[in-house]
């Protein structure tokens, strides 16, 4: 764990994938489902992994090379099976539930950023019970706005008010720690997830931690530290 813990943070903004949920199978499976229908047979999964995290259309473009055209089919293609099955294949990591009602009891203001869209957020946390643990949920829009991680960010701060010096970022990738130094919050990045560790740390995140359980005690320590 690297940082040094502090009492100054109010307010949390957590990634989804990768950060609260495993959501490999449910992505993936969309990925090889849309490649398949660009005439693109895609077998290792490992390939498809770098999918979770970033904008769909970034990465149609630079993990395998499509077109515009052929990206924006992709990105349809794969919202089709992720709107009723993919969103599914999902789980939330063990002690993620217990910790985000430790944060609300202590009177944290939780908040959710993804690059997903935003209408798939709400579903997938109402779908596992955590909605009311957030006071605040935004992701992309289906126009394609709001899909970069710093975008969807000032997004949150501007629509709750939270306090740029009482607010920290929670992710697994680079994008959510460049998204947080882009609107001057803090970032911790969690090792557990699936962005590639060594970029994550060279986006240097304010803290960092390797587990589940390591996140869910530094985040209790903020709020123990908070209520002194």
Same mark, same amino acid.
Request: hydrophobic share 40%.
């Given at each position: 764990?690297? %940082?040094?813990?502090?009492?100054?943070?109010?307010?949390?903004?957590?990634?989804?994938? %990768?950060? #609260?949920?495993? =959501?490999?199978?449910?992505?993936?499976? @969309?990925?090889?489902?849309?490649?398949?229908? +660009?005439?693109? /047979?895609?077998?290792?999964?490992? $390939?498809?992994?770098?999918?979770?995290?970033?904008?769909?259309?970034?990465?149609?473009?630079?993990?395998?090379?499509?077109? =515009?055209? /052929?990206?924006?089919? *992709?990105?349809?293609?794969?919202?089709?099976?992720?709107?009723? #099955?993919?969103?599914?294949?999902? !789980?939330?990591?063990?002690?993620?539930?217990?910790?985000?009602?430790?944060? $609300?009891?202590?009177?944290?203001?939780?908040?959710?950023?993804?690059?997903?869209?935003?209408?798939?957020?709400?579903?997938?946390?109402?779908?596992? *019970?955590?909605?009311?643990?957030?006071?605040?949920? *935004?992701?992309?829009?289906?126009?394609?706005?709001?899909?970069?991680?710093?975008?969807?960010?000032?997004?949150?701060?501007?629509?709750? %008010?939270? /306090?740029?010096?009482?607010?920290?970022?929670?992710?697994?990738?680079?994008?959510?720690? !460049?998204? +947080? $130094?882009?609107?001057?919050?803090?970032?911790? +990045?969690? *090792?557990? %997830?699936?962005?590639?560790? /060594?970029?994550? #740390?060279?986006?240097? =995140?304010?803290?960092? @931690?390797?587990?589940?359980?390591?996140?869910?005690? #530094?985040?209790?320590?903020?709020?123990?530290?908070?209520?002194?």
């Amino acid at each position: 764990m690297a %940082g040094s813990a502090g009492n100054q943070y109010k307010s949390i903004i957590f990634d989804l994938d %990768g950060t #609260l949920t495993d =959501p490999r199978i449910g992505i993936t499976s @969309c990925v090889r489902h849309a490649l398949l229908s +660009a005439g693109i /047979q895609e077998g290792d999964i490992g $390939k498809l992994l770098p999918y979770i995290g970033p904008p769909l259309a970034r990465s149609f473009r630079e993990f395998h090379g499509l077109t =515009p055209v /052929q990206v924006e089919k *992709a990105i349809l293609d794969y919202r089709e099976r992720f709107s009723t #099955l993919g969103m599914y294949e999902n !789980e939330v990591y063990t002690g993620i539930p217990e910790m985000l009602r430790v944060l $609300k009891e202590q009177g944290f203001f939780l908040a959710l950023a993804t690059s997903k869209l935003e209408i798939y957020a709400i579903d997938i946390l109402k779908h596992f *019970a955590l909605d009311s643990f957030f006071d605040f949920i *935004a992701g992309s829009l289906r126009d394609g706005s709001r899909s970069e991680k710093g975008d969807v960010i000032r997004h949150v701060i501007q629509s709750t %008010g939270f /306090q740029l010096e009482e607010t920290l970022m929670v992710g697994d990738t680079k994008y959510d720690i !460049e998204g +947080a $130094k882009e609107n001057n919050i803090a970032s911790l +990045a969690v *090792a557990y %997830g699936y962005g590639t560790w /060594q970029d994550t #740390l060279d986006a240097g =995140p304010t803290y960092t @931690c390797g587990t589940v359980s390591e996140l869910k005690n #530094l985040l209790i320590g903020f709020a123990e530290r908070s209520a002194k």
